[in-house]
């Protein structure tokens, strides 16, 4: 199973691919680490950013995504643009998606330890929590 891994911050989806296969994970190469909306307030480029993903997640043969959840209320709240990307990606037909709350994450992470340290991944340093949240749903 291919997932892709989301966090949504400000006016942009950062993305990990994973997958599971036999036991082992792969983290294939990607085209791009991040996908941003410039004006959020136009149809058309909701829409743009909408056929972008899909279209990502279609030349990738990604089968599910996985949004780290954002909080709704209070210091850390997520932002309305966030959570109106975060409704694009649901819209989209061919994926199944998912959120995972950071709790969630943490608790699995715990229960069953990442085998490789996230520095060896050879992935950015921003693409830790979208890394942590495709890891976290492979294996719980």
Partial sequence: MKVCGVELKGSEAILCLM???QG????????????????STTTEEVRKFQFAFAKL????????VVIKERITKGKFAGGAV?????ATIQLIESLGV??????????????????????????KQFQEHAFAAAYAYLVR
């Fill in 19 to 21: 997958s599971l296969e």
């Fill in 57 to 64: 997640m279609e030349d990738y043969k990604v089968s599910h």
């Fill in 98 to 123: 998912d959120l995972i709350s950071a709790t969630e994450i943490k608790e699995t992470i715990k229960r069953h330890p990442m085998p490789v340290d996230f520095k060896a991944t050879g992935l």
């Fill in 24 to 39: 082992l994970f792969e983290i294939p190469d990607c085209r791009t680490t991040r996908l941003a909306i410039s004006k």
């Fill in 82 to 86: 966030s959570f109106k990307l975060e």
